[in-house]
């Protein structure tokens, strides 16, 4: 059962438009949603997170934004260029482990591969 | 700065061969630490988290088992490789202790092919 639910499955923009990635959850335990950017070959690198008290943040090109009564979050890319060109996955955290240990499980959406043309 | 390493980057194996897989952690003390798999077209899954030395946590059954001799070092293993457990694996470590949303942070992974 797939915990965190992601779309398209890939996407194309034209260099300075805007990427649009949308994710849906429904375990209401989940405390953090953070972004991650791989490209081929390499691991995850985290690009931006947010809690759910929050429902928006922005860094740089990045906006994450939350809504948290609809269960859903979206990435949005602004200004994409190609070197954007990679899979995102969003994900949702929920704590696992002993109290105090700060230890989470990320549930990860299925990946957007992202295709920025010039 | 924090810094993880995992070796190594690529491995092919027979079927009915053991595993290890080694990770380690540079920059930070007593890190949370995570092995996760990626299948092809599937977001990644948790397989085992360590909260310290010795302490290891499973969350799904499988062929493969997890140590953590030191402070800053994970291993994954396996005694009889399947074929089911070609895939990428990837470590992970958390800041210890923080009490909202902690974000992990991956290394460049594992890319295991069991023949």
């Known amino acids: 059962q797939q915990q965190v639910k992601q779309s398209p499955q890939s996407l194309i923009v034209q260099k300075g438009g805007i990427s649009i990635i949308n994710c849906a959850y429904e375990?209401?335990?989940?405390?953090?949603f953070p972004w991650y950017q791989q490209f081929p070959g390499k691991g995850p690198a985290l690009l931006i997170a947010?809690?759910?008290?929050?429902s928006e943040k922005k860094e740089g090109r990045f906006t994450i934004s939350f809504n948290k009564s609809a269960k859903q979050f979206s990435l949005h890319i602004m200004d994409s260029q190609p070197g954007d060109s990679a899979t995102y996955f969003c994900?949702?955290?929920?704590?696992?482990?002993?109290?105090?240990?700060?230890?989470?499980?990320?549930?990860f959406g299925t990946g957007t591969r992202l295709t920025v043309i010039p | 700065s924090q810094t993880i390493h995992q070796w190594p980057a690529t491995l092919v194996q027979p079927v009915g061969s053991p595993l290890s897989l080694e990770c380690t952690v540079e920059?930070?003390?007593?890190?949370?630490l995570y092995w996760y798999r990626q299948a092809a077209g599937r977001g990644l899954q948790l397989l085992f988290y360590?909260?310290?030395?010795?302490?290891i946590s499973s969350e799904v059954p499988q062929n493969l088992s997890a140590s953590r001799p030191q402070d800053r070092q994970f291993i994954l293993s396996s005694k009889k490789l399947l074929l089911s457990d070609s895939g990428f694996y990837l470590c992970?470590?958390?800041?210890?202790?923080?009490?909202?949303?902690?974000?992990?942070?991956f290394g460049n992974g594992t890319r295991l092919t069991v023949t």
């Open positions: 992970a470590w958390s800041v210890r202790g923080q009490v909202f949303g902690s974000p992990l942070h």
């Open positions: 375990n209401t335990a989940f405390d953090y």
């Open positions: 947010i809690r759910p008290d929050v």
């Open positions: 994900a949702a955290s929920i704590k696992v482990g002993p109290l105090g240990t700060g230890a989470n499980n990320l549930f």
């Open positions: 920059g930070t003390s007593n890190p949370n």
């Open positions: 360590s909260v310290g030395i010795g302490q």
